[in-house]
Nanobody, 118 residues
């Protein structure tokens, strides 16, 4: 069973930066979408950023201009660079790798805590 290994979460002051990384524990077919979601206490999980087919990116309005998602399709690794962090960015961040073509899958990471202090 493939697992997604996340790293890079932690505690940072407002205005600071963090870099999240996610990679599968084993070999998988190329993901068609690689992204990050987050869930704050008492709130639903929401999309943060996603990169599709290695080209098209989509961001939540709240993070546009501050976060950058990038991916390595050969390694199925997805990175989220978070700059100018705000206290409202505090949440558990989950990575997701998704493939809808032959050999379809939908893998989720275990989540990594990001806490931004004011």
């Amino acid at each position: 069973q493939v697992q997604l290994v996340e790293s890079g979460g932690g505690l940072v002051q407002a205005g600071g930066s963090l870099r999240l990384s996610c990679t599968p524990s084993g070999s998988i077919l190329s993901a068609q979408a690689m992204g990050w979601y987050r869930q704050a206490p008492g709130k639903q999980r929401e999309l943060v950023a996603v990169i599709s087919n290695g080209l098209t990116t989509n961001y939540a309005d709240s993070v546009k201009g501050r976060f950058t998602v990038s991916g390595d399709n050969a390694k199925n690794t997805v990175i989220l660079q978070m700059n100018s962090l705000k206290p409202e960015d505090t949440a558990v961040y989950y990575c997701n790798l998704n493939r809808v073509a032959f050999g379809r899958y939908d893998y989720w990471g275990q989540g990594t805590q990001v806490t931004v202090s004011s």
